[in-house]
């Protein structure tokens, strides 16, 4: 039986960190070690943790703020068993995983794996809305954790993430704190010739945001950080990854139509409503309630407009700084 060494970064959100190792003391497979490697919070976790010291192999470690990939780092060094997994703190995680993953990775052997996210039927609204949006079709959704990877080769992501020890030892983990960390990291892995692949019933529950204010301000992050990958790997910035901003573009623009050419305006907002028509249709029908279809089509414009406005922003901070970028890590705070 594989050895799995659970890594955890926290930063000054004990309470999501309490239902996740809720959720990782009910596993049909329990993990070999659980670290929870606290990143310099002032609200810290270790009392949580020691609420589950009788009920998990739970080790907690406080450490200055770094940001999260050399957090997790910190973490691989101090863990011990076969296979290191990697959550993040707002995920709470399904009783089969780690038994879908072991008997997975028994049949079709795997240097690194990533699995997918769900929303949980116990997920507000906001928060189903939210999970339909970062995985729809429509949306920037199927690059993340899909079935069909956008690109060929599987990328996994750290939200939901898992590696050999020998892929540590020898790709050395994350060399940047963030923006874009696990981009950088899973394109490493797969150079230095480790196979990688997505595990399907590998999922977990991503609470996300809670608020879209939270979740714009959370994919702004995420488009600075496709520029940011471009800065390491400029062959990793492809055509698809542009459609954000210029969906962003394209709302932006509606109200100088108006003003230029009413056929012009109309068409653009014929192209817009039969976008919402399809996220509305087609989250209704997967999530089974109008009200969360309703709150998709608002979800898909912050993920795009939070996205593409990111994007934009980072893409002019490397036209006119065009050096290589290295972080300090100094004062990281996690994307909310």
């Known amino acids: 039986m594989i050895r799995f060494s659970v890594i955890i970064p926290i930063f000054n959100r004990p309470d999501e ?3 996740l190792l809720d959720s990782l003391t009910k596993q049909t497979v329990l993990p070999y070690e659980v670290l929870i490697i606290e990143d310099g919070s002032v609200n810290k976790s270790d009392g949580v943790v020691a609420e589950f010291a009788e009920r998990l192999p739970v080790r907690y470690e406080f450490k200055p703020n770094s940001g999260q990939g050399f957090t997790r780092n910190y973490g691989f060094e101090r863990a011990t068993g076969d296979y290191l997994v990697i959550f993040d703190s707002d995920a709470i995680i399904p009783s089969h995983y780690f038994e879908t993953v072991a008997r997975c990775l028994a049949q079709n052997p795997l240097d690194a794996y990533g699995g997918p996210d769900a929303a949980h039927p116990n997920f507000t609204d906001i928060q189903k809305a939210i999970s339909y949006s970062m995985t729809s079709p429509f949306t920037t959704g199927g690059i993340r954790g899909s079935k069909k990877n956008l690109g060929g080769t599987f990328h996994p992501r750290s939200f939901n993430m898992g590696l050999s020890r020998k892929v540590w030892e020898t790709v050395g983990g994350y060399r940047i704190s963030r923006m874009g960390e696990d981009i950088e990291f899973a394109i490493r892995i797969i ?27 959370q994919l702004q992050f995420f488009g600075r950080a496709r520029i940011n990958i471009s800065r390491f790997y400029p062959a990793e910035l492809k055509a698809v990854h542009w459609f954000p901003a210029l969906f962003t573009a394209g709302l932006a623009s509606v109200p100088i139509w108006a003003m230029v050419s009413p056929i012009l305006f109309a068409c653009a907002i014929g192209v817009f409503s039969v976008f919402s028509i399809l996220v509305l249709v087609d989250a209704t029908r997967k999530e089974k309630s109008l009200q969360v279809g309703m709150l998709s089509m608002v979800a898909a414009f912050v993920q795009l407009t939070g996205y593409g406005t990111g994007f934009v922003q980072e893409a002019i901070k490397r036209w006119r700084e065009p050096r290589d970028f290295r972080e300090t890590g100094v004062d990281v705070e996690y994307p909310s």
């Open 17 to 19: 960190l309490r239902e």
């Open 191 to 217: 150079e230095n010739g480790f196979r990688t692949g997505l595990i399907p019933d590998a999922f977990i529950y991503h609470k996300r945001r809670t608020s879209f204010k939270q979740f714009f301000r």
